[in-house]
């Protein structure tokens, strides 16, 4: 069954969705949660240690098989039995293998299997009679190699570090090595079998049925040892290929004899399963299937982390624009161009009644030049407004400065509660600190923006688009041209006269005349339209203008923490969907 499962993959296929997987996967350290570090540092040692080499050259006979259990459990007395020579230190204490230590037939370290070997592993091999420096510390990955003519051909056995040391190294050498086995041989006492740490190490490392091998030590009774070994596979989730017990023996714990081991179950002896040619090619078919379930199901994982790591900044910089966006609307409603509502008003009118605006145009141009001395006049009669004058443009400044002083208030305790990479953080914090307080009593430079050209064209289709949905034709757009031709057609001379001796204030006394005199009275008539005209557009200025001052807000003051914050996100969403979609190839 397994071999027709594999018959049926294409190896080509296979490879590509493994190397884009692993292309995808970013350093383990980038990963805000600790859980997620380590298991996608295991499906990237998987990867790159076991099946894109494995799939990368042609079938080897080689048989991998790692030896692993808990301290002082009898790992390396169980390797130098299965070798036939003492090559890893074993002593009572126990703990002393800090590095994995492999041996094989002499062949082995030659052609192509020698290729196969160090596209694997960063091998170190031991020259005959020399001691592997094994107690000493390494980096994952290294393998010592033994070359004894006293190993079954075919065959690879490793000796690995305590997965329960004190070391925390110690594990992760194991763990970088023990996703590249073909079989694990797991060593159980009576006093580890049930051990939770121990259960959950194992469950780890045979995953979705790699074929895995129970040696019980120091069994004392075997039916005993049979109850344990039954309760430690149903912890694990599915059974051992085969289960051994290994006796009290005196003469091992002396360094007299080598361990030995029977077979329960009817099950070939442990040396003839592991050294024979036979059932190599079963257990490395099974091993392959059950190394891609693993990475299906760790991609899948590292996937949910991915996105789960999106989150936080992809929250982070939807509420920073969003606060933007707030600040810069609040700003644009200190300087709404009513003027752009008036002249859309008129203009509407003038498309709307040839009649009229012939009646309006001739007046229409010389109000237009009465206002611009109008204006001079009254200048002559008031004093010249004083530098720092709380103009418009001022207020929508200040208003601006204002709300960024808010925002960084508001996002203290967001730059506190950050838990991912540092170089988000220094820029959060620098964001959201001194520095852009500091810059704040700098002048905005926002001058372009107050007369956007852009905005106002907007604003005034959009006016005329609602003046027009607003006259419907009725009486009451006819009493609209009338009063507005009578507007333009009142004496100017009249109401120069007024403006002058009242300074402006006799808006209700005359009828004004003029682009600006006009405007207060044309307001009124506006007014005529709805109640919500001025409404409507006063909100689509907030809405158009507010976003143009918010992209330069965004711009002069938060372009590095975005442009990080857009980075993280999009990198980790990328990741996400780059690991589901090898692994939907694998499937």
Not at 51 to 66: E, H, M
Not at 158 to 181: G, K, W
Not at 534 to 547: F, L, N, S, Y
Request: a negative charge.
């Amino acid at each position: 069954m397994v071999r027709g499962l594999l018959v049926m993959r294409d190896p080509y296929t296979l490879r590509t969705c493994l190397a884009s997987a692993l292309d995808a996967l970013p350093a383990p350290e980038r990963f805000p949660d600790a859980s997620d570090a380590e298991l996608a540092r295991r499906l990237a040692e998987r990867l790159r240690r076991d099946l894109l080499p494995r799939l990368g050259s042609a079938d080897s006979p080689l048989l991998l098989v790692a030896i692993a259990g808990p301290n002082n459990v009898g790992k390396s007395t169980l390797f130098n039995s299965l070798v036939g020579a003492a090559l890893s230190p074993a002593r009572p204490e126990g703990g002393l293998t800090k590095q994995c230590l492999a041996a094989a037939h002499s062949e082995t370290w030659t052609g192509p299997l020698k290729d196969f070997l160090t596209r694997r592993y960063d091998i170190v091999p031991v020259a005959s009679g020399d001691a592997a420096p094994v107690d000493q510390a390494g980096p994952p990955g290294r393998l010592y190699l033994t070359l004894s003519d006293a190993v079954p051909r075919g065959l690879l056995v490793m000796d690995t570090p305590d997965f329960d040391s004190v070391y925390r190294d110690n594990r992760e050498r194991a763990e970088a090595l023990l996703v590249t086995v073909d079989v694990l041989a797991f060593v159980v006492s009576r006093q580890t079998y049930q051990n939770a740490a121990l259960v959950d190490f194992l469950r780890a490392a045979v995953g979705h049925g790699r074929p895995y091998l129970l040696v019980y030590n120091e069994a004392t009774r075997e039916e005993v040892a049979r109850g344990h070994l039954d309760k430690l596979a149903e912890d694990v989730g599915h059974p051992a290929l085969a289960r051994y017990l290994a006796p009290h023996q005196p003469d091992v714990e002396a360094g007299l004899k080598p361990l030995a081991t029977e077979p329960l179950d009817g099950k070939p002896a442990l040396g003839a399963l592991l050294g024979q040619a036979e059932h190599a090619r079963e257990l490395k078919a099974r091993a392959l299937e059950a190394s891609l379930a693993d990475a299906r199901a760790e991609m899948e994982a590292v996937s949910r982390a991915a996105s789960e790591a999106a989150r936080e900044p992809d929250r982070l910089r939807k509420r920073l624009r969003h606060e933007l966006d707030v600040v810069g609307a609040h700003a644009a409603l200190k300087a709404v161009p009513a003027d752009v509502l008036i002249d859309a008003f008129r203009d509407e009118l003038d498309a709307r009644s040839q009649f009229h605006k012939w009646v309006r145009l001739p007046f229409r141009g010389l109000a237009t030049a009465l206002t611009f001395v109008t204006r001079k006049v009254r200048e002559s009669f008031t004093a010249p407004e004083a530098p720092g004058a709380d103009t418009p443009t001022h207020a929508v400044d200040e208003t601006l400065k204002d709300g960024v002083r808010r925002l960084v208030d508001a996002f203290a305790p967001e730059v506190a509660a950050w838990r991912a990479d540092a170089q988000t953080r220094t820029k959060l914090e620098e964001a959201f600190g001194p520095v852009t307080l500091a810059k704040l009593e700098e002048p905005l430079g926002f001058e372009p923006l107050h007369a956007h050209a852009a905005d106002r064209a907007t604003l005034y289709a959009y006016c005329r688009e609602l003046v027009s949905a607003e006259l419907q034709g009725d009486m009451r757009e006819e009493i609209l041209q009338t009063l507005t031709t009578l507007v333009y057609s009142v004496p100017s001379g009249a109401a120069a006269a007024v403006t002058v001796a009242t300074g402006g204030m006799g808006h209700d006394a005359v009828v004004w005349a003029g682009t600006l005199l006009s405007t207060p009275l044309m307001e009124r008539f506006v007014d005529l339209l709805g109640a919500q005209v001025r409404a409507r557009v006063t909100k689509k200025w907030a809405d158009a203008h507010g976003a143009t001052l918010s992209r330069a807000l965004e711009a002069r003051y938060f372009s590095d923490i975005l442009k990080q914050l857009d980075g993280l996100a999009s990198d980790w969403n990328q990741t996400a969907a780059r690991l589901d979609e090898a692994r939907a190839g694998l499937s």
